[in-house]
Nanobody, 123 residues
Framework: QVQLVESGGGLVQAGGSLRLSCAASGRTFSRYVMGWFRQAPGKEREFVAG????????YYADSVKGRFTISRDNAKKTVYLQMNSLKPEDTAVYYC????????????????WGQGTQVTVSS
């Protein structure tokens, strides 16, 4: 079992940057695909970025490609989401999650979820 705790959210102006962290507990963190999702008010939860268990393979939603970077440190059991050139439409609660499915982008493919961290981008 994996427990996930996100941090690093906050209020930032458009064009600014934030780095989200997701700390995991459990001995098998390095075996999991990790993903970041977000959910804005009144909208469905959507995939943002994913990373393979080695960290060598990453994949992104088109809406964040070129602006966001996902990475992981298996020794620290932490996955990160560096967000640059933020836009007001990036405002959402951001969640990290773990999966056993390489390349997974759909929420049902992820087994464990954090509680989320709020990101607000002002115009």
């Amino acid at each position: 079992q994996v427990q996930l705790v996100e941090s690093g959210g906050g209020l930032v102006q458009a064009g600014g940057s934030l780095r989200l962290s997701c700390a995991a507990s459990g001995r098998t963190f390095s075996r999991y695909v990790m993903g970041w999702f977000r959910q804005a008010p009144g909208k469905e939860r959507e995939f943002v970025a994913g990373i393979s268990w080695t960290g060598f393979d990453t994949y992104y939603a088109d809406s964040v490609k070129g602006r966001f970077t996902i990475s992981r440190d298996n020794a620290k059991k932490t996955v990160y989401l560096q967000m640059n050139s933020l836009k007001p439409e990036d405002t959402a609660v951001y969640y990290c999650a773990s999966s056993n499915i390489i390349g997974a982008t759909m929420p049902p493919s992820y087994d464990y979820w954090g509680q989320g961290t709020q990101v607000t981008v002002s115009s």
